[in-house]
């Protein structure tokens, strides 16, 4: 089993940055990618960016290219998620995927809330 835990999330003012971070444990054989989900209130849960665990290659959201950035450290097994200039509309509970062979897992989600 595969146990994800997001932390970093909090309250930040409009343009402000927050860092989220994911670690893995468990029974770890090869990860193919992580990413980041998120869920505002009254909406459906949404891709926000993701990366291939072996190459490093990146994918965002629209939504996010130019504010957000992904990484990994494969000997940690963590999964980092920089946002800078965060907008209200970011305020949302934010997910760590995890694919596995093919399988996700899933972590608990961390609340961002971006508000002045």
């Known amino acids: 089993q595969v146990q994800l835990v997001e932390a970093g999330g909090g309250l930040v003012q409009p343009g402000g940055s927050l860092r989220l971070s994911c670690a893995a444990s468990g029974s770890i054989f090869s990860i193919n990618a992580m990413g980041w989900y998120r869920q505002a209130s009254g909406k459906e849960r949404e891709f926000v960016a993701d990366?291939?665990?072996?190459?490093?290659?990146?994918y965002y959201a629209d939504s996010v290219k130019g504010r957000f950035t992904i990484s990994r450290d494969k000997a940690k097994h963590t999964m980092l998620l920089q946002m800078n200039s965060l907008k209200p509309e970011d305020t949302a509970v934010y997910y760590c995927?995890?694919?596995?062979?093919?399988?996700?897992?899933w972590g608990q989600g961390t609340q961002v809330t971006v508000s002045s």
């Open positions: 995927k995890l694919q596995e062979g093919f399988r996700n897992y």
């Open positions: 990366i291939s665990w072996s190459g490093g290659n990146t």
